[in-house]
């Protein structure tokens, strides 16, 4: 079964406390992306990746930070400097970024919750 | 000014009415548009994009694209209650944005029974 997944379903974070969302995708794809979404709100990309070992910020990366050390793996770490963690986290892939036609496909997401 | 707008819902129709759904768009060289259906505490999944001026029709779901007017619209037809969900539209406008997906706060349908 090709597609994407997301660990964990669910996360609590403590104050001050870093956590990591898993990402992983088995369809080849070169980009995958982390977006933030609050209710009511559109998605925010946070942080994107082209190829290996290369990432871009998003219109949100204050607080968070990523790697990509495989083709199949962009985990995000929420960092305790991120003040209002409370969000549905999603994790996207995509053949290419640069061509403009490509779809991007969604992970199931992580709900992430502050104790 | 966002860079994309929705029509802000809640819609709600009787079961079998056409649903229709408004996208504006601020970046006038975007060239390529997306609808997503997102299910509640669910992901977003792909329904319909549309590259050209004009109607894209799959099923139930048209999309209708008009450049001149920065406007795409999402039109369900034969609403059934499994159509209720939140609806996305999504934007690529390609090397001005470093062809990033830009993303309205999405609509609202609610279909009646």
């Known amino acids: 079964d090709g597609g994407i997944t997301q660990s964990p379903k669910y996360l609590f974070r403590k104050e001050g406390q870093n956590v990591t969302l898993s990402c992983e995708q088995n369809?080849?794809?070169?980009?995958m992306y982390w977006y933030r979404q609050d209710p009511g709100q559109g998605l925010r990309l946070i942080y994107y990746?082209?190829?290996?070992?290369?990432?871009q910020k998003g219109d949100i990366a204050e607080g968070y930070s990523v790697s990509r050390e495989k083709k199949e793996s962009f985990p995000l770490t929420v960092t305790s400097a991120q003040k209002n963690p409370t969000a549905f986290y999603l994790c996207?892939?995509?053949?290419?970024?640069?061509?403009?036609?490509?779809?991007?496909?969604f992970g199931p997401g992580t709900r992430l919750l502050v104790l | 000014q966002k860079e994309v707008e929705q029509n802000s819902g809640p819609l709600s129709v009787p079961e079998g009415a056409i649903a229709s759904l408004n996208c504006t768009y601020s970046?006038?060289?975007?060239?390529?548009f997306f609808w997503y259906r997102q299910y509640s505490g669910k992901s977003p999944e792909l329904i319909m994009s549309?590259?050209?001026?004009g109607d894209k029709e799959d099923g139930r779901f048209t999309a209708q694209l008009n450049k001149a007017s920065q406007y795409v619209s999402l039109l369900i037809r034969d609403s059934q209650p499994s159509d209720s969900a939140t609806y996305l539209c999504?934007?690529?406008?390609?090397?001005?944005?470093?062809?990033?997906?830009?993303f309205g706060a999405g609509t609202t349908v609610t279909v009646r029974a």
């Open positions: 996207a892939s995509s053949i290419s970024l640069t061509v403009i036609q490509e779809t991007q496909y």
């Open positions: 369809l080849n794809h070169d980009a």
């Open positions: 990746s082209q190829i290996v070992n290369d990432f």
């Open positions: 970046d006038r060289g975007s060239q390529s």
């Open positions: 549309i590259y050209s001026n």
């Open positions: 999504a934007v690529n406008a390609g090397f001005s944005n470093d062809y990033k997906l830009s």
